[in-house]
């Protein structure tokens, strides 16, 4: 590991002067962490509030009830997207199966009133992510109840599609009774590639490996122990293509898997060979599917799914004799209905209180110990980085903005990103009327131009606490304080947490401190008998409560900073007269 040192100047409320040597030490072994869940509020809403579900397709009993413990829940099925789109600027929450498009109009008809949106599922294709992410909307899913039921509903298509079940049943319906026709083919010994290793197609493989098939599978981002474990080879597309008898689908709906079986992979296909999709319509090109299905290339296919669901009435695959159509009833058993249902609302209920969500799908899923022992530290990011902006001349326009955070942890055992959203939140919520959270907070930086750097300085001491200090710095502007320009030339705030409470520990190169809270005014003066109690007595003839006050000096009778910290605003006369005070040369006047 690389060792950073840095020489820090403090200068303390009784202005002696320290010089202290900081240097690096070595990653430590991690430390033991507050064990209670603590909540963070990113997404939380109004306190008192009672938040609004809409519920817009069938969920389970028991997910409904959980949400009616906390929520005025309305569950309104079919709606049309204009409908959608009209109801949705009155709820905080949206929980959807794959029948409803939660589409960019839906997220901008909401207004900003949409916290979190919940798929009870799996699946997430049908939700626009990006759009959910502009609006600070978080999207969390219900990633694993559903496994066992897909699984079984393939492996029922799998053993079906081998045995004409399906045609057979219709046939005998239909008064016929056609023993020779319905062959079907075995299954053991038979190669089965399951293209997708995740969750479903794992457990499909097992179960194949039960009924005596050879089990291949092609999953580029898999990994190779996993499928080992449960004796599958893990295989390239063109060999899974050329070596399959049967070939199972269970990846999601990307832009790299749209129609990833195409002519072109219908060419390449063992002749004969049977496919069944419970994943997604969109990853066959339908199509292509029916060309290869009329010239006998694929003997049969089984679908759960359909790039339009329902089907249109004409559709050809579905009324094809040798294809076997399920209408998207994967995850359609009681069981997996209620166990998605509750996933779903307490991923919502707890999104809904402020909590991070674990299957949160476009926000950092961080632990909750790690959320307890940050919180002192997302409150003091987010206030340097307001008070950093607020110390930009007008015009300056920020662009360059440095964070570093100087821990005795090693650079692993620290997760910076909640810190990260919050430093760009704290800068541009003052100077803009956007909301920033935990979920936009790099895609709002990125789109107004914020170029956002982190840097670790790895300390000597303690590694209990998580940080020691932190410092943020806007490069190439100019300020409003000039004081605040530190010897390298950029506006510099540094901070540290006292007692749990965030504190402003020094601006540009003057040491203060003063407890973030409330507002502030920060005023150089010379530094000369007489001045704290003019200002004193300028914001006590307002009723100016003053919380902390500190001052940092170069030396004794030369410059001096003073952070004053308020708890009420003063008038815009008492800063008029502050700024007259004769010895005072700057101040500036920030709201945290
Ligand atoms: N029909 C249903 O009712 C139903 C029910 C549950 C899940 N599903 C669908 O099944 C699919 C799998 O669900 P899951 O829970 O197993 O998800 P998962 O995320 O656990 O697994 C998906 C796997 O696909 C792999 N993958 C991604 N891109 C790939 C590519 N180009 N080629 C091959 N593999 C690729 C991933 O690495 C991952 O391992 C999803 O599409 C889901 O929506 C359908
Ligand atoms: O992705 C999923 O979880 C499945 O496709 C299930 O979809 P459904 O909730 O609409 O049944």
């Not at 759009?131 to 509903?153: D, M, Q, R, S, Y």
């Not at 249902?341 to 110990?369: F, W, Y």
Request: aromatic share 4%; hydrophobic share 45%; charged share 20%.
């Amino acid at each position: 590991m690389s060792v950073i040192s840095s020489w820090n100047l403090t200068i303390s409320l009784n202005t002696t002067l320290s010089l202290s040597w900081r240097s690096s030490l070595p990653s430590r072994a991690i430390f033991p962490r507050p064990k209670k869940p603590k909540t963070l509020v990113v997404l939380a809403i109004a306190l008192g509030a009672k938040p609004t579900v809409l519920v817009s397709e069938k969920l389970g009993d028991a997910g409904i009830q959980l949400l009616k413990t906390f929520a005025n829940v309305d569950c309104s099925y079919n709606l049309s997207p204009e409908e959608l789109c009209t109801k949705i600027s009155l709820c905080d929450a949206l929980i959807v199966r794959s029948g409803t498009k939660v589409t960019r109009e839906v997220f901008e008809s909401a207004m900003g009133r949409l916290k979190v949106v919940g798929r009870a599922g799996v699946g997430i294709d049908n939700v626009d992510i990006s759009a959910a992410t502009e609006h600070g909307c978080l999207v969390v899913n219900a990633p694993t109840a559903n496994t066992i039921a897909a699984a079984e509903h393939g492996i029922a298509l799998l053993t079906a599609v081998s045995r004409n079940v399906a045609q057979a049943d219709a046939s005998v319906k239909a008064g016929k009774w056609e023993r020779n026709k319905y062959v079907g083919v075995s299954l053991v010994g038979k190669t089965l590639a399951v293209m997708g290793f995740g969750k479903v197609g794992s457990e499909v493989a097992r179960r194949a490996k039960g009924l005596g098939m050879q089990v291949i599978a092609h999953d580029p981002y898999a990994p190779a122990d996993r499928a080992r474990a449960i004796g599958v080879e893990l295989v390239s597309f063109e060999e899974a293509l050329t070596t399959a008898d049967f070939i199972s689908l269970h990846m999601p709906l990307t832009l790299a898997t749209s129609k990833m079986f195409n002519d072109e992979a219908f060419s390449r296909v063992k002749k004969g060979v049977r496919i069944i999709n419970v994943a997604r319509g969109g990853v066959i090109d339908e199509e292509a599917l029916l060309r290869a299905l009329d010239s006998g290339i694929v003997a049969q296919a089984a679908l759960d799914v359909f790039t339009e669901e329902p089907p249109p009435q004409e559709n050809k695959l579905v009324r094809h004799e040798n294809v076997t159509v399920t209408p998207h009833l994967g995850a359609s058993t009681t069981e997996a209905q209620e166990g998605v249902a509750l996933e779903i609302a307490e991923a919502v209920v707890g999104a809904l209180k402020g909590e991070l969500a674990a299957t949160a799908v476009n926000a950092p899923m961080v632990p909750a110990e790690v959320l307890l022992e940050l919180s002192p530290y997302v409150a003091l990011t987010e206030k340097l980085g307001r008070l950093a902006v607020q110390l930009v001349a007008g015009g300056s326009g920020v662009k360059f903005v440095k964070v570093t955070y100087a821990s005795a942890r090693g650079p692993d055992d620290l997760d910076t990103r909640l810190l990260r959203a919050m430093v760009t939140k704290g800068l541009i919520e003052p100077i803009s009327s956007v909301f920033v959270n935990l979920v936009n907070a790099d895609f709002i930086g990125k789109q107004r131009g914020l170029r956002l750097t982190e840097e670790r300085i790895v300390l000597d001491g303690s590694p209990e606490k998580p940080l020691e200090f932190i410092q943020v710095r806007i490069a190439n502007v100019e300020s409003k304080f000039a004081s605040a320009i530190s010897n390298s030339g950029e506006i510099t705030v540094e901070g540290r947490v006292k007692d749990g409470k965030p504190h402003l520990t020094k601006v540009g190169s003057f040491g203060v401190d003063v407890s973030l809270e409330g507002s502030i005014v920060l005023c150089r003066q010379s530094d000369q008998p007489g001045i704290i109690g003019k200002v004193g007595n300028i914001l006590s003839e307002e009723n100016v409560n003053v919380n902390f006050m500190s001052v940092g000096r170069i030396a004794p009778g030369k410059q001096a900073v003073m952070t004053i910290g308020l708890d009420e605003e003063p008038s815009r006369d008492a800063l008029k007269k502050i700024g007259e005070i004769t010895a005072v040369e700057e101040f500036v006047f920030l709201k945290l």
